[in-house]
């Protein structure tokens, strides 16, 4: 089944974190925008890792990039109401943006998004 990867997940398996395993049983048909793949460039960049081979690696096991739509800027505009008091950051919201917009699950390593309210289902890896 396919579902949204956040940010989180990605670091989890790139740092070979606990619920790893699970991210890379997920990746073969999985979503992850593209405000979330800036994130994890990003935080790898800072981490001195070497990102030349990230995108072409997780292309190949077959994850989706899929560029931020206006109505998922929109839609993530009005999820600020609903999540600020949780600290999600934009890239956060883009993430369930795309899941809203495509009506899948979100599997993240984010627990502060069990306590959401929202019409997606949210999967924690730990």
Known sequence: MS??????????????????????????????????WAEVVQKSLKRQADVSWMRKGFSEVGVIFEPFTLVQAETAARLWNKTYRYGLSLADRA????????????????????????????????
């Open 3 to 36: 579902q949204v990867l956040d940010a989180s997940a990605l670091l989890t398996l790139l740092h070979e974190e606990p619920g790893a395993r699970d991210v890379e049983r997920a990746l073969n048909g999985a979503l992850v925008s593209t405000v979330n």
């Open 95 to 126: 993430c369930i943006a795309l899941a809203m917009d495509r009506q899948l699950p979100i599997l993240t390593a984010d627990r502060a998004w069990a306590e959401l309210d929202l019409v997606i289902e949210i999967r924690l890896l730990r």
